[in-house]
Structures are given as C-alpha cells and as structure tokens.
C-alpha cells in the first residue's frame, strides 16, 4: 500500500459516544489492527482487506472531511479515529493532517490505538489532540471509559501533553 493511502470503512460515521468528552464528532474506522487484542469491539476490522473496508488515498479523505466540517460551520470540530488501529497508516495520518489543518481551521483530532503514547512518531502527535493509548485487555476490563484500565489518556494542552486518565477514574 502507498504511503497516501489507507484502508477504511468508507462511510463517515456521526457520534457522541466515541470522544472522551461526548463531543459530537465525525469518526473514521481504519481497518487494520496488528495487536489482535481479545474481546475486541471492533474484530471485523482487524483484518485490512475485510469486505467492509475501501482502500482510499489522502486526497480524497481530506476531500470528504472538509466538506463535513464545511456542511456543519464549525459547529462540529472533533475528529475520532477508531480501528483496528489508525497508527498502522502513520505516514497516511501525518500526510492527511498536515494538509487538512492548513484549509479548516480549529479542528480537534482525537486517536484511538492500541500502541502506546512513546511509541508513536512525534509528527504524528503534533497532529493530534487527545490520544487514548494501550491495547484493549479483557483481563482489565473496566465497563466504562477507558474501555480497560491499563489504558491511558493523553490530552495536548498549550502544546505540551499531559496525561488525564485520572479524569475518567473513580
């Protein structure tokens, strides 16, 4: 696969489920997910080439995404990146991003992953806002969010990260 390109399900999905916050978001599925993580809510996304998903290219995702935020007048911000795992298309994130943020302006980019914060490519972390990091244990599961509790989160304020898993506690 080329480097501005990613598998997806093709449709932009609407929630307030999937941000940290409940903010009303767009949220993209990526299929792909290399961690294979057990009681996975999203298993028919672990494969790359499942039916469900479409191979699509960093022009036309940027295409479709600002044409959302557009239709809605910035009464919509919030970006969700759900998987499988979006980290898999790294190059494909920073390239998308990059661009986007030049033509919409106050977007809020949230990542789902199941790789840890240190793990991830520092371009890709200043392209986003809210990362929930770690893979999904059953073992730890919490039945709430975050969905297990070696699960982290991480929320870029004033450009420095800090970690606020301590907010959804107790």
Same mark, same amino acid.
């Given at each position: ?5 990613? #598998? ?9 489920n999937d941000h940290p916050f409940r903010k ?7 299929? &792909? ?10 298993? %028919? ?6 039916? !469900?998903? $479409?191979?699509?290219t960093v022009s036309k995702l940027k295409g ?16 969700? !990146?759900l998987g499988g795992d979006p980290v898999v298309?790294?190059?494909? !994130?920073?390239?998308?991003?990059? $661009? !986007? #943020? ?11 992953? &199941? ?6 490519? %520092? $371009? ?9 990091? &770690?893979?999904? #244990? ?13 699960? #982290? ?6 450009? $420095? ?10």
């Open positions: 696969m080329k480097k501005d390109e990613a #598998r997806i399900v093709p449709e932009v999905h609407f929630s307030f009303p978001s767009f949220v993209l599925y990526f299929c &792909g997910c290399p961690h294979k993580c057990k009681g996975c809510h999203s298993q %028919e996304l672990q494969n790359p080439y499942s039916d !469900l998903c $479409e191979t699509i479709v995404l600002k044409y959302y935020f557009d239709s809605y007048n910035g009464k919509i911000n919030s970006v969700v !990146l298309y790294t190059d494909f !994130l920073i390239k998308l991003f990059s $661009e !986007l #943020r030049k033509e919409v302006k106050n977007i809020e980019v949230v990542l789902y992953t &199941g790789y840890l914060f240190e793990e991830l490519k %520092e $371009e890709l972390k200043n392209l986003v806002d809210i990362i929930v990091d &770690g893979k999904y #244990r059953e073992d730890l599961k919490t039945g709430k969010f975050p969905a297990s509790s070696n699960q #982290r989160v991480f929320i870029k304020e004033n450009s $420095e990260w800090k970690d606020k898993t301590y907010l959804f506690l107790g």
